[in-house]
């Protein structure tokens, strides 16, 4: 699997993020104020996610999306860890996930990985660079 970088105007981003509304009858979505990560395996783009700079050392993850016949690979834990890495360049101390419309699944891997409930949201306290 590789995980590249790309803009939310990327035609295979647009596909993802167009897929994860209809799943989720959203009208909301990943923010498309950012780059996005996707995860591409034998040369197709199966999951992407983003994660966005709130300012004040706080970054907030957004459409952790994963293609369904793709699920239950480890897919989303490996995009979530990368996800992480670039919250962490980006100077951000806590990441942050809003749950509520993505369901038990969703909550139980980000709770796997270290995140924990505060107020609305799940968070984590990222690594401080030695």
Do not use: N
């Not at 890495?85 to 980000?110: K, T, W």
């Amino acid at each position: 699997m590789l995980i590249q970088s790309r803009p939310a105007t990327d035609p295979e981003v647009a596909t993802l993020v167009a897929a994860w509304r209809r799943e989720l009858g959203a009208t909301g979505g990943p923010r498309d104020d950012g780059g996005h990560l996707v995860a591409v395996l034998h040369g197709r783009a199966v999951a992407c996610g983003g994660v966005h700079d709130l300012g004040d050392g706080l970054g907030e993850l957004s459409g952790l999306y994963v293609r369904p016949a793709y699920r239950r690979q480890g897919i989303a834990r490996h995009l979530l860890v990368a996800l992480e890495e670039v919250a962490f360049r980006q100077g951000c101390a806590v990441l942050r996930v809003a749950v509520g419309a993505y369901g038990p699944v969703a909550g139980a891997l980000y709770r796997s990985c270290g995140y924990a409930p505060v107020g609305a949201y799940l968070a984590k306290r990222l690594p401080v660079a030695a």
